[in-house]
């Protein structure tokens, strides 16, 4: 014990020489010590209640004594420890002491086991006040914390083992529910698809591993309706053991005596026609971030006979809950609304081509297999969505529109049910015209090195920062303006010259690794690259020059690209990890054979498709296909990463499925690499 504060102790004997003694035996263990002596017990109670005593000594004659003495403390400071100073002491005085309620008997002969014994109760009585003053500042905290709840405006449930253990008014108020929700079980206050989100959101905060991040829901309300609403995840307390948090913010300006279906409309996120027409002009105004900008026309089937059947007001309903699923479906910064009629439109966002026609499969049988309670009847729709990509340049609003309503208009002539995408594509004239003027950009920023590399980060569900990025490429005009891949890469495919781009990406990626020494730089190559004999030579080159370390750098190729040419991919990538480099797969489980390829291909990494993701937070089929992938790459010591992750939803599926990394615009957007590569 290495207190320094003078410890406060009463002791009561009829000599004072006791008092010098314990004096001396507490200041030479390094405790010291104010004695106050007390001749008489008569003034034991005044010296109790003044001095707050640390300890109380008692030189005992007689039972009798220690009875009294004990009588009066326990009256008046309960908690002080009372020890017996006798001249000697046996085991029989000792339990004697102890029944009349004295925690032990010392001796003055042995000053050692007289300062152990001391120093034992003196540190068990701080102890306990520490503990005493612990738990009631946990116990007025709680109360304030009760207070905060019952006044708060956030809907706020705590939630212990999966049950509600408390929700406050503002939650009962939001939910439509009168006689409380605790006692009941979480998820039966969500839709089903919100609960393997919310199963893993839940779990990752209660270890810890969960930010600020908000989760979408969508909550069930008294009367069977839904409501799709955002909410954060704290971790808490209650009695003492752990407990998560779950707060919808309140929202000020939000109309309360609204009815539940305009609520639907208004909380699902979907803009009236002229709001949405505004920002759909400015959003195709500004350039895309990266991958593929499409607009999808959506417009319910045989929208006529239902109305007859459910009648014009209840029919509105229906529109309602499509509209909420279509939001569901959509990432948090894509654009949607009501177009008009039995219309919406919704601007997609997605990293390529496979991405937007794996939404339209996943939206179109969302639709087909929802049943809605409309009044008393059962119902279920089907929809037809028309597609129309816009262009990276000079898009326009109204031809756009003009051409997802064609399609969604041929779609419907067929029967409904399907997607349409605009099929204006360029005919082998307009490609080779588009393509002569794309070459010669192309050739002119590899010769003048206008081409640079952004980064995009990867994070760790771990927690940790991992340090590792993907690599992207943009080219640069010559008025010095962005480029984007999605405008050139397809010419330069097209015309042999992605071989270069490859060349000039890797040597850019080498310096920068050379230069700032990442933990690790994912670098694409080609299937054109992939079947470079040369590549490895080239490679050893510049490796050379560049002095980079190469467990720095990670080449990936796609999963597609790898099943076409088995053997080829499967030799470079030996030759690229005997070299120390690493080795990837993405787009990792979208091919016939993925498994196979785990089995057949040396690989550090497998990035797991982004067309999976997209649709995994509500998806059960597709959750247990992502953990086969997850297991499967495991057991052979494979690290796996998620592709284009865009919401926090989708990132606790994945920490819950066992992915380590994810990537995407929840993430982080990709940021320009400060260093430009010398050539």
């Known amino acids: 014990m290495s207190g320094q504060n003078a410890v406060p102790l009463i002791v009561l004997s009829p000599a004072r020489d006791a008092v010098e003694v314990i004096n001396s035996v507490l200041r030479r263990a390094g405790q010291p010590a104010h004695c106050t002596w007390l001749p008489a017990l008569r003034d034991l109670g005044d010296a109790l209640t003044q001095l707050n005593p640390e300890l109380l000594v008692h030189v005992a004659t007689t039972p009798a004594e220690l009875e009294a003495v004990t009588r009066v403390r326990d009256k008046l400071a309960p908690a002080v420890p009372v020890l017996v100073l006798v001249p000697q002491v046996d085991e029989a005085q000792i339990a004697a002491a102890m029944a009349l309620g004295a925690r032990d008997v010392v001796t003055l002969a042995n000053s050692a086991r007289l300062q152990a014994v001391m120093l034992r109760e003196l540190q068990a009585f701080r102890t306990a006040r520490a503990l005493d003053a612990t738990v009631k500042s946990a116990h007025d905290a709680r109360n304030q914390l009760e207070t905060v709840l019952q006044r708060s405006n956030d809907a706020i449930i705590q939630v212990q083992e999966g049950i509600v253990i408390e929700a406050n008014p503002a939650w009962q108020e939001l939910f439509g529910v009168e006689g409380g929700v605790a006692g009941q079980p979480v998820m039966d206050l969500f839709e089903e698809s919100t609960h393997a989100a919310l199963r893993a959101a839940l779990a990752a905060c209660l270890q810890g591993r969960w930010s600020d991040h908000p989760l979408r829901a969508g909550a069930l309300l008294a009367d069977g309706s839904v409501v799709s609403i955002e909410m954060t995840l704290a971790l808490g307390h209650h009695e003492g053991e752990p407990c998560v948090r779950l707060v919808v913010p309140s929202r000020p300006h939000e109309v309360v005596e609204k009815p539940v279906a305009m609520r639907l409309e208004a909380g699902g996120g979907l803009l009236r026609r002229p709001e949405l027409l505004e920002a759909l002009g400015r959003r195709l105004a500004t350039p895309a971030p990266g991958g593929m900008r499409c607009l999808a026309l959506i417009k319910l089937d045989k929208f006529a006979a239902l109305e007859h059947v459910v009648g014009a007001t209840a029919s509105e309903d229906v529109l309602l ?26 601007l997609l966002e997605r990293g390529n081509e496979h991405d937007i026609n794996a939404w339209c499969e996943r939206f179109l049988g969302r639709v087909r297999k929802h049943v809605m309670r409309i009044r008393d009847k059962s119902v279920s729709v089907t929809c037809t969505v028309g597609l129309s990509v816009v262009s990276p340049k000079n898009a326009q609003l109204d031809a756009v529109i003009a051409d997802a309503l064609e399609c969604a208009r041929r779609g419907s002539a067929r029967g409904g049910n399907q997607s349409v995408v605009s099929d204006r594509a360029d005919n082998d004239s307009r490609v080779m015209s588009y ?11 590899l010769m003048e090195n206008r081409f640079r590399l952004v980064q995009q980060p990867i994070a760790s569900l771990q927690g940790e920062d991992p340090g590792m990025f993907d690599v992207l490429v943009r080219m640069v005009d010559s008025q010095g303006k962005e480029v984007l891949p999605s405008e050139f890469m397809a010419a330069a495919g097209r015309n042999d010259l992605l071989k270069n781009i490859d060349r000039w990406v890797v040597g850019a990626s080498l310096s920068f690794a050379a230069q700032r020494k990442p933990e690790c730089l994912f670098v694409r190559l080609s299937k054109e690259t992939a079947r470079d004999a040369s590549f490895a030579e080239w490679l050893d080159n510049h490796l050379t020059s560049s002095r980079a370390e190469p467990r720095r750098l990670c080449f990936q190729i796609t999963e597609d690209s790898a099943a076409s040419y088995v053997p080829q991919v499967t030799a470079l990538a030996a030759a690229l990890r005997q070299r120390r480099f690493r080795f990837a797969l993405e787009g990792f489980g979208s091919g016939r054979d993925s498994m196979g390829l785990l089995e057949s291909m040396p690989l550090d990494f497998v990035k797991i498709d982004g067309t999976l993701i997209q649709g995994l937070a509500a998806d059960p089929q597709l959750q247990l296909q992502v953990r086969a992938l997850v297991e499967a790459a ?3 010591g494979i690290q796996t990463i998620g592709e284009r992750v865009e919401d926090a939803n989708t990132m606790a599926v994945l920490w819950q499925a066992g992915v380590q990394y994810i990537q995407g615009y929840f993430v982080h957007e990709p940021e320009q690499v400060v260093l430009r590569a010398e050539r």
């Not at 393509?435 to 920023?445: E, F, L, N, T």
Request: charged share 35%; no cysteine; net charge positive.
């Open 435 to 445: 393509d002569q003027v794309w070459v010669k950009h192309i050739k002119a920023a």
């Open 321 to 346: 809950e499509i509209g909420r699923l279509l939001k569901e479906t959509l990432h948090p910064k894509e654009l949607a609304g009501r177009f008009g009629g039995v219309r919406f439109l919704a």
């Open 634 to 636: 495991r057991k052979r």
